[in-house]
């Protein structure tokens, strides 16, 4: 069974950076397709990025292009989000995810069979 485990979140000033980490444990980093995704107080849960073997670029919802930067770090197992010139409307839980890797990458919750417990990340002045 795959574990995943978030870290990196926290308070941080508009303009400001964080870094969210993903901790693959059970499993091989690359024997899985990785998403990042994040959840706002009464809103759905959204694809922000997603990373995969067998596609050659990753993918960022629209808003988060230009500031996100998704990464597999294959030596510690794990997958970064290097989140920088964070806006307020970035403000949520941010999850990662993981489905076995079949050379696709997906952008919705539903193809994802693992998740982590969440990290909260906050943008405010």
């Known amino acids: 069974q795959v574990q995943l485990v978030e870290s990196g979140g926290g308070l941080v000033q508009p303009g400001g950076s964080l870094r969210l980490s993903c901790a693959i444990r059970?499993?091989?980093?690359?024997?899985?397709?990785i998403g990042w995704f994040r959840q706002a107080p009464g809103a759905e849960r959204e694809g922000v990025s997603g990373i995969s073997r067998g596609v050659v670029n990753p993918f960022y919802r629209q808003s988060v292009k230009g500031r996100f930067t998704i990464a597999k770090d294959k030596g510690a197992n794990i997958v970064t989000l290097q989140m920088n010139s964070l806006l307020p409307e970035d403000t949520a839980v941010y999850f990662c995810?993981?489905?076995?890797?079949?050379?696709?990458?997906?952008?919705?919750?539903?193809?994802?069979?693992?998740w982590g417990q969440g990290t909260q990340v906050s943008v405010s002045s």
């Open positions: 995810a993981a489905a076995p890797e079949r050379g696709m990458l997906y952008r919705h919750a539903a193809a994802y069979h693992f």
């Open positions: 059970g499993g091989n980093v690359d024997d899985y397709v």
